[in-house]
């Protein structure tokens, strides 16, 4: 199953709200996750099952979608939310993420 | 609290083969499945296969099966990783994390990622 994430690369300020988009190929059900991912650091699980948050993760951060088409929204940008994001579906195997949307500070 | 530690960082000649450990601790190491990721330098996350820490069955991705063996040590709570015939390509850091099996819901602890840099 392939995921396709727009946009590769997204620019914006602290307090701007964001949306990254992930499309599957084929239908997924609920078994799609969001990753964070900062430079020499492992990937950090922020949602799973579409829209549930991972426990400490702030709640700015929102999964939605269905299907084959999945968004994640930062409401409000902070400092430290500028960092690669990847879906991930694990509804069958291989499990595939997205190519990443790298979000930088305008 | 539940953690995984990965062995350092490797330097292997293309041809050659690397083995990279992963320790679990802070939960029951049989009780969940571990999984092992790639990230190519520049490239996104790549997954690689799992194995059943309980049993020691295996699946692994098309692109690395004969190249890939996942093994485990119950006694000491480790995972193992080894890819064989190692190309240029092959330089990658490389995660473990803990997840299930089939169809499941995520990846919810990683290890710290490994570099296996292939150079002559």
């Known amino acids: 199953i392939q995921l396709t994430q727009s946009p590769s690369f997204l620019s914006a300020s602290v307090g701007d709200r964001v949306t990254i988009t992930c499309r599957a190929s084929q239908g997924i059900s609920s078994y799609l996750a969001w990753y964070q991912k900062k430079l020499g650091k492992a990937p950090n699980l922020l949602i799973y099952?579409?829209?549930t948050l991972q426990s400490g993760v702030p709640s700015r951060f929102r999964g939605s979608g269905s299907g084959t088409e999945f968004t994640l929204t930062i409401s409000s940008l902070q400092p430290e939310d500028f960092a690669t994001y990847y879906c991930?579906?694990?509804?069958?195997?291989?499990?595939?993420f997205g190519q990443g949307t790298r979000l930088e500070i305008k | 609290q539940v953690q995984l530690v990965q062995s350092g960082a490797e330097v292997k000649k293309p041809g050659a083969s690397v083995k990279v450990s992963c320790k679990a601790s802070g939960y029951t190491f049989t009780s969940d499945y571990i999984h092992w990721v790639r990230q190519a330098p520049g490239q996104g996350l790549e997954w690689m296969g799992i194995?059943?820490?309980?049993?020691?069955?295996?699946s692994y991705a098309q692109k690395f099966q004969g190249r890939v063996t996942m093994t485990r040590d119950t006694s000491t709570s480790t995972v193992y990783m080894e890819l064989s015939s190692l190309r240029s390509d092959d330089t990658a850091v490389y995660f473990c994390a803990r997840g299930g099996e089939g169809r499941q819901l995520f990846f919810d602890y990683w290890g710290q990622g490994t570099l296996v840099t292939v150079s002559s």
């Open positions: 194995i059943n820490p309980s049993g020691g069955s295996t």
């Open positions: 991930q579906q694990l509804n069958s195997y291989p499990i595939t």
């Open positions: 099952a579409i829209s």
